[in-house]
């Protein structure tokens, strides 16, 4: 396996006012195996966007990613550009993380006193047709939208709490799309409009919590939710519409008074058919890939993560990935692809599609990812 990649990354001022940031590589890699399964299953390189087949089994990808920046007034920025976007103080994020392709957005970044206020409104791919030998480009992919809220405050010197919505949604037919300008008011509930427009598109709700207990010590957390009926939770029958996801996870910082050592672990969960919809047009996911956790829904993971710089030019980290989650057996869906329409569950075999449901439902699969990297500076 290897990845060639050659290109240039560029960043500077324009009268002290703008920012920029541009980065650009093109690629040729051979993945290995693992890899190659999930680009051959989903159709998309992870993290990239449109691809071709390179050799008998490597991907040939061009890579751009830029954006500028500015501030409107002392307390409001700004940031225009082509990237992915990440949300939380973990290893992963259930709200929003940085596995799938680019996409262009506009950021608001408003801080004022202990608030921090970010407004993101972005276009995503819905979908990107593909064949064997790489992604289609003979049509335009077909394109909805998405914009969210996340409210940040310091409770304390040592808490942070926030809170985050979402909504993915689609206006027009399978072709031309159009904005929704209910969502591009800054301070709505989305959920409202959500409501008031008949329901058709897919709202999230979230929290998020970062707390330093000490000096070198922090926790934090995360929780969004998709749906929910308080007594089918209460009933424990499994209910499919019962989709949430949570992680919690701590860092420690010069561990064991151990100079340079740092250690986090951390432990993510979600229900089946969390981050679903009806369609690809308001599913969670850009480019055929996850927007949140790269396995979608479905699945139970632990992370531990050891940093150490044991020389002044020596740098090592150690990463333990163990997961459980569960994948469709042919022609049905308990929840875990999130590209798949949870109208879909009615193709399951057993006596009710809409109950009986359980993390790791399917065709149980238990991971174990195991990386050792080390790098010193010339």
């Not at 701590?250 to 058919?273: T, V």
Request: aromatic share 16%.
């Amino acid at each position: 396996p290897y990845i060639n990649s050659r290109g240039i990354e560029l960043r500077g001022k324009i009268d002290n006012k703008v920012s920029f940031y541009t980065f650009l590589t093109e690629n040729q890699a051979v993945f290995p195996r693992y890899v190659q399964d999930v680009a051959a299953e989903d159709g998309a390189v992870p993290n990239e966007g449109f691809w071709k087949l390179f050799g008998g089994n490597g991907h040939d990808f061009f890579t751009a990613r830029g954006y500028i920046q500015f501030n409107v007034t002392k307390h409001i920025g700004v940031q225009f550009g082509h990237d992915r976007n990440f949300i939380g103080n973990g290893y992963r994020s259930i709200l929003m993380s940085d596995y799938s392709a680019p996409y262009p957005f506009i950021k608001l970044q408003t801080k004022i006193w202990k608030l921090q206020y970010t407004n993101l409104y972005s276009e995503l791919t819905a979908d990107a047709p593909f064949t064997r030998t790489g992604s289609l480009g003979t049509k335009e992919f077909p394109k909805k939208f998405m914009t969210l809220h996340h409210l940040s405050m310091n409770v304390s010197k040592r808490l942070n709490v926030g809170i985050f919505e979402s909504v993915v949604f689609h206006r027009g037919d399978s072709i031309g799309t159009a904005i929704e300008f209910n969502y591009l008011n800054p301070v709505i509930f989305y959920s409202s409009i959500e409501q008031q427009t008949g329901s058709p598109d897919n709202a999230l709700l979230g929290l998020d919590f970062k707390w330093n207990a000490r000096a070198g010590l922090s926790f934090y957390g995360q929780f969004i939710l998709d749906e929910i009926i308080v007594s089918e939770l209460t009933s424990d029958r499994g209910w499919w519409g019962n989709k949430y996801a949570y992680q919690l996870g701590g860092k420690y910082y010069n561990a064991f008074k151990i100079p340079h050592l740092d250690l986090q672990a951390e432990y993510n969960y979600s229900r089946p058919f969390t981050y679903s919809h009806q369609s690809i047009f308001t599913n969670y996911a850009h480019y055929r890939q996850p927007i949140a956790h790269p396995l979608g829904a479905n699945f139970k993971e632990s992370i531990f993560i050891a940093r150490y710089q044991p020389l002044e030019k020596l740098f090592l980290t150690l990463k333990y990935i163990r997961s459980n989650f569960g994948s469709d057996p042919d022609g049905q869906n308990f929840g875990g692809n999130v590209l798949k329409s949870y109208d879909s569950r009615f193709e399951n075999i057993r006596p009710d599609a809409d109950y009986g449901y359980s993390t790791g439902d399917g065709i149980e699969n238990n991971l174990t990812f195991l990386d050792l990297t080390a790098s010193y500076r010339l």
